[in-house]
């Protein structure tokens, strides 16, 4: 059965740095979203992504975020200066048609830890 | 995109006892969905109900969704310790918003 993947599935690093998280969606989709989820806490939306542009961004979504489609297989996720409080589980996830009529398929999720 | 609101924000239950859960929602939806989390997992989809539909059956589960009073019920029958979870719905706009959810502990 196809499914959502993200690597890696831990990231360390420092406050401060870049980090890239990367998410292959299903290769049929055509929707694909991130979602974060503070330990503890409910999974907040970031952004949804369809035909290389954004549709949609939370408040969350700032302009140290951005997404990419950079080939017709991966989506990534840069955050550019990390703060401590972006420590938290990154989902991928993706869907064929809008998530209004149409169910979210969501990868394993990546942990990032800020120190 | 609107949250859901889920109740009870827990339940705990033995092994074959059936699990209710509810959703209540603010404004007119086109459907609804629930939801699945294992901890520290991504999010698994369970049902979709349309909203022109009342009652949807999944394997052991059972939806229901009342859209004169805007809420909706998951039924879990005969809950296996694999279904402790949390659970979430969610009316879909251009993306999901959930809400704290329903985390249910099945003891064996």
């Known amino acids: 059965e196809p499914e959502v993947t993200q690597t890696p599935s831990h990231q360390v690093t420092q406050m401060g740095q870049e980090v890239i998280l990367r998410c292959v969606p299903i290769s049929n989709h055509l929707y694909f979203y991130w979602y974060r989820q503070i330990l503890g806490q409910k999974v907040e939306f970031l952004v949804s992504f369809y035909n290389n542009e954004i549709s949609e961004k939370s408040e969350i979504f700032d302009d140290q975020f951005s997404v990419e489609r950079p080939d017709g297989s991966n989506f990534t996720l840069k955050i550019r200066s990390t703060k401590l409080e972006d420590s938290a589980m990154y989902f991928c996830?993706?869907?064929?048609?809008?998530?209004?009529?149409?169910?979210?398929?969501f990868g394993p999720g990546t942990r990032l830890t800020v120190l | 995109s609107q949250q859901g609101e889920e109740d009870p924000q827990a339940l705990s239950i033995q092994e074959g006892e059936n699990a209710t859960m509810n959703c209540s929602y603010k404004?007119?939806?086109?459907?609804l969905q629930w939801y699945r989390q294992n901890s520290g997992r991504g999010l698994v989809h369970l049902i979709l109900?349309?909203?022109?539909?009342r009652e949807k059956h999944s394997g052991r589960l059972r939806v229901t969704l009342d859209t004169s009073k805007k809420s909706s019920s998951l039924l879990i029958t005969a809950s296996r310790a694999a279904d402790t979870a949390s659970y979430f719905c969610?009316?879909?706009?251009?993306?999901?918003?959930f809400g704290k959810g329903t985390t249910l502990s099945v003891s064996s």
């Open positions: 996830a993706s869907s064929e048609r809008l998530a209004g009529n149409n169910e979210q398929f």
């Open positions: 404004t007119s939806i086109n459907n």
């Open positions: 969610s009316t879909p706009g251009t993306a999901l918003i």
């Open positions: 109900i349309r909203s022109n539909e």
